[in-house]
């Protein structure tokens, strides 16, 4: 399993971004995704759900700003980041939970792309 | 939402000593937590999941427990490769949540 981030870097407040990440080593329109973010040197903070049928579920400090998709035939996800905070730098990592188990843990993480929000 | 309280916040302690890191969950979770590792500039790693279950790779020196609302890591024999930050997270509702995490010095 391979999942490796891009799309991140330096954008204004109230302005826009796209985040992809590209999945190989399995077959990706089988498994749910998840972003998650981290504040630099803070915690993490989980932000958007995206299931096989591109079912969805957000973290509320993100939700109406945020949109998680997923193209299965090019095997990315996307979270597309609207209407952009301070609040929101981060490191974003993409998530998969694991083979076997249907519950919500990782095993599998990107290496994450940085969004810095300022002016 | 879910809170979890993750204790204490920084913890310095001398190669082969013995450590523990608590998660306090604000409502029955029934054993859905997970525990991670994050070394400096890398992304997370999983540990333990289902409380009490080692992930692959990961040495038996660490352990999980717990049940209800509160659940611990256990880090025997303290290597200097354990120098990481930890989190727990909770898998039982979402919004998914982690623990405020606690980083580990030798």
């Known amino acids: 399993v391979q999942l490796v981030e891009s799309g991140g870097g330096l954008v204004q407040p109230g302005k826009s971004l796209k985040l992809s990440c590209s999945a190989s080593?399995?077959?990706?329109?089988?498994?749910?995704m998840h972003w998650i973010r981290q504040a630099p040197g803070k915690g993490l903070d989980w932000v958007a759900y995206?299931?096989?049928?591109?079912?969805?579920v957000y973290a509320d400090a993100v939700k109406g700003r945020f949109t998680i998709s997923r193209d299965n035939a090019k095997n990315t996800l996307f979270l597309q980041l609207n209407s952009l905070k301070s609040e929101d730098t981060a490191i974003y990592y993409c998530?998969?939970?694991?083979?076997?188990?249907?519950?919500?843990?990782?095993?599998?993480w990107g290496q994450g792309t940085l969004v810095t929000v300022s002016s | 939402d879910i809170q979890m309280t993750q204790s204490p916040a920084s913890l310095s302690a001398s190669l082969g000593e013995t450590v523990t890191i608590e998660c306090r969950v604000s409502?029955?979770?029934?054993?859905?937590l997970v525990w991670y590792q994050q070394k400096p500039g890398k992304s997370p790693q999983l540990l333990i999941y289902n409380v009490n279950s080692l992930h692959i790779g990961v040495p038996s020196r660490f352990s999980g427990s717990g049940s209800g609302t509160q659940y611990s890591l256990k880090i025997n024999s303290l290597q200097s490769e354990d120098v990481a930050s930890y989190f727990c997270q909770q898998y039982y509702d979402y919004p998914l949540t982690f623990g405020s995490g606690t980083k580990l010095e030798i």
């Open positions: 409502e029955d979770i029934y054993n859905g």
């Open positions: 995206i299931s096989p049928s591109s079912g969805t």
């Open positions: 998530a998969r939970r694991d083979s076997v188990s249907p519950y919500n843990w990782f095993p599998y």
């Open positions: 080593g399995f077959t990706f329109r089988n498994y749910g």
